[in-house]
């Protein structure tokens, strides 16, 4: 009679490991799936943080056109500054020369067909959130490293958790008991998203962790180092079109994605929507003269993996109804692990409740699960509020967005201590609810939007507004019914 | 939070890396990888296989040679990659 008693005791050390380890990578995991979440649709969410520039169906791009932001990309130079062509695509129509400001990428837009420079507001806009999914805006070292960690944890907790439930996966699958008891509604919310979810977990936690660019267990090879740099040329630069015509063919794609400039060359990438494996292989071409130098391909058998990998977290390659297939499932999986911070806090407050580490704990997860969702809105807010010749809008938004954040931390952690942790939720559900229903009506008033594709953009982010805000309207409405 | 348990968990967590590591890395240089995809096939194996042996090296508290398993492991993948390359 030993084996069943062994067993139950080694799902009784899972339930522990589950728990803990959960909790504490949750609080990070929870920052990472959000904005990983809103990520999927980055350049969506630029777009919408640049009303003034028109997306009109994508036009071919013009040798004119390439001629403004190669003269773009020369004055850039001239200054120091090292930027890049970003090509227009179906998704983002429009000609960017973009150059790196530290946290993102960001640069003027131009009218592919006409090379007219279309006049948007300085912002981060998606690209903010994409940093933060993989960075946490500490460092590409020490947030890669953070976020790898949290990746290696998120399987750990997911591994014990499946052996936790390994007997009750079929019931927990079909089993949403939304109005029963409070840790019951949590316990099936977490089931429920955490085994529909398992696939799309499990790879995007796996293919993320991998793919960061700082490795956790092995240092992937530097390249030779450069020979010593010569002058930068600030010459003029020869004919792109023809060079985008060659790279099509040699590369075999339909697509180039962006034109990179060194001092000796120039480089075309092939575009990160026109495969599943996210390969970035280039043409490169003299600076001089534009003649074809050679091509870089990386398709060796042991690259695909990885590329794969890329592709695969990454989903550029997706359509439109593939991208919400991957909003949602991330949305799910955020859900999961909000549900289990939750959790973790009901089941133990009544025997902790008292203890400081645990009211910190519970001023830790308000901060996570109300205050990063506030802070996200309060950088939109800004974004329609700052006004467009602000010197330095841009920094002006991701302030905002942290010094609202630093806000929600203090409330939540304040409240926890001082015993009244409903009052918190409450009331940081109560302001996000205010700013999800507020942001649509400050948008219809602000900002014109100059073409169907433009409004119908903000519809959609209106609409995701006006259900976060029913989502805490509700929870709130419930918390303060429980507390009365 | 008993610190006996988070020690264990600490235990089992060093383990399973190192035994993780030196057991790919032993892979991968057995299969004369260059330095490139070497990198990337260690870290695809170890992402892989760290957090299942954290849980069993974590599992491994209710049997009394559970964590001598580890140790086993990860010594004799850094011995056998010592050995072999």
Redesign the interface.
């Known amino acids: 009679m030993t084996k069943p008693g062994?067993r139950e005791?080694?799902r009784l050390?899972?339930g522990?490991?589950h728990s803990?380890?959960g909790f504490i990578a949750g609080l990070v995991l929870a920052c990472i799936f959000l904005t990983g979440t809103l990520t999927v649709f980055d350049q969506e969410i630029t777009q919408w943080m640049q009303p003034e520039v028109p997306l009109s169906p994508l036009h071919h791009i013009t040798p004119e056109a390439l001629q403004t932001a190669a003269d773009t990309v020369l004055q850039n130079q001239k200054q120091g500054r090292a930027v890049f062509i970003n090509l227009p695509s179906a998704r983002d129509p429009v000609l960017r020369v973009l150059h790196y400001n530290g946290t993102a990428f960001t640069g003027p837009a131009y009218d592919p067909a006409t090379g007219l420079l279309l006049k948007g507001r300085d912002t981060e806009g998606g690209q903010f959130f994409y940093n933060f999914h993989y960075t946490l805006h500490s460092g590409r070292i020490v947030g890669g490293i953070l976020t790898g960690l949290a990746?290696?944890f998120l399987?750990?907790t997911?591994?014990?958790g499946l052996?936790i439930h390994l007997r009750s996966i079929w019931p927990d699958m079909v089993l949403f008991r939304p109005f029963g008891p409070r840790p019951r509604a949590w316990l099936d919310a977490h089931l429920l998203t955490g085994v529909l979810f398992l696939p799309f977990l499990l790879v995007i936690t796996?293919t993320g962790?991998?793919i960061q660019p700082y490795?956790?267990?092995?240092?992937?090879?530097r390249p030779a180092a450069a020979t010593p740099a010569r002058h930068i040329e600030t010459t003029a630069l020869p004919p792109l079109f023809p060079l985008i015509e060659e790279t099509k063919k040699r590369l075999n794609t339909q697509e180039c994605g962006f034109i990179l400039f060194t001092p000796e060359d120039i480089r075309i990438s092939r575009s990160d929507y026109s495969s599943l494996f996210l390969t970035r292989d280039q043409a490169i071409f003299d600076r001089n003269d534009g003649h074809f130098l050679r091509i870089i391909t990386h398709d060796?058998t042991?690259?695909r993996?990885?590329q794969l990998?890329r592709g695969l977290h990454h989903a550029r390659f997706s359509i439109s109804v593939l991208s919400w297939l991957y909003f949602l499932s991330g949305l799910s999986c955020t859900i999961l692990i909000i549900s289990g911070l939750v959790l973790f806090l009901i089941k133990r407050r009544r025997i902790s409740g008292h203890m400081t580490v645990y009211k910190l704990a519970e001023g830790f997860c308000i901060l996570t699960v109300a205050g990063l969702p506030i802070s996200a809105l309060a950088f939109l807010w800004a974004n329609r509020l700052i006004p467009v010749s602000f010197p330095g809008r841009a920094e002006a938004e991701v302030s905002v967005f942290f010094a609202t954040w630093t806000l929600s931390a203090t409330q939540a952690i304040c409240f926890s201590l001082a015993r009244r942790p409903f009052a918190a939720w409450t009331m940081q559900l109560i302001t996000l609810a205010a700013l999800g229903v507020g942001l649509p009506i400050a948008d219809a008033l602000m900002v014109p939007h100059p073409t169907p594709r433009n409004i119908a953009l903000s519809c959609t982010v209106d609409i995701w507004c006006l259900i976060t805000a029913t989502a805490a309207a509700v929870a709130a409405m419930r918390l303060i019914k429980k507390t009365s | 939070m008993p610190w006996h348990r988070v020690l264990w968990l600490l235990c089992a967590g060093c383990l399973a890396w190192s035994a993780a590591l030196s057991w790919a890395d032993l892979l991968t240089a057995a299969s004369r990888l260059n330095p490139a995809q070497g990198a990337m096939a260690i870290t695809a194996f170890a992402t892989a296989f760290i957090p299942a042996l954290i849980v069993i090296g974590y599992g491994a508290r209710m049997h009394k040679w559970g964590l001598w398993f580890l140790v086993l492991l990860s010594i004799s993948g850094i011995v056998i990659k010592n050995l072999a390359l």
């Open positions: 062994i005791t080694f050390h899972m522990w490991l803990w380890v990746g290696l399987l750990v997911l591994l014990s052996i796996y962790t991998i490795s956790l267990f092995a240092q992937k090879p060796s042991a690259d993996p990885f990998a």
